[in-house]
């Protein structure tokens, strides 16, 4: 079993920043790809951004790319989303993810293990 653990997220003005982080207990010892998802009321949950642990490769969503950085701490276990420039369009529950191998992943049937969610709400 893996444990993911969120913190950050809030409410900031369109143009902000924010920085979520994922903290990841259990299994640890594995090598997996971790990623965030997120989901605004009405919406499918949506694929934000990944990161492999091999080479810390990285995968955005192209709404997303040029204001969202992922990184990842291995020998902490934890992922971090740095959320810049941030547009009312972000506003979302952002989900961490885990899949309990080394490749990226787009969609949310490809996730083993999800984090509790934590809202992020952008004004205009």
């Known amino acids: 079993q893996v444990q993911l653990v969120q913190s950050g997220g809030g409410l900031v003005q369109a143009g902000g920043s924010l920085r979520l982080s994922c903290a990841a207990s259990?299994?640890?010892?594995?090598?997996?790809?971790m990623g965030w998802f997120r989901q605004a009321p009405g919406k499918e949950r949506e694929f934000v951004a990944a990161?492999?642990?091999?080479?810390?490769?990285?995968y955005y969503t192209d709404s997303v790319k040029g204001r969202f950085t992922i990184s990842r701490d291995n020998a902490k276990n934890t992922v971090y989303l740095q959320m810049n420039s941030l547009k009312p369009e972000d506003t979302a529950v952002y989900y961490c993810?885990?899949?309990?191998?080394?490749?990226?992943?787009?969609?949310?049937?490809?996730?083993?293990?999800w984090g509790q969610g934590t809202q992020v709400t952008v004004s205009s």
């Open positions: 259990g299994r640890t010892f594995m090598r997996y790809a």
């Open positions: 993810a885990a899949r309990l191998t080394d490749y990226s992943f787009s969609k949310a049937n490809e996730i083993n293990y």
């Open positions: 990161i492999t642990w091999t080479n810390s490769n990285t």
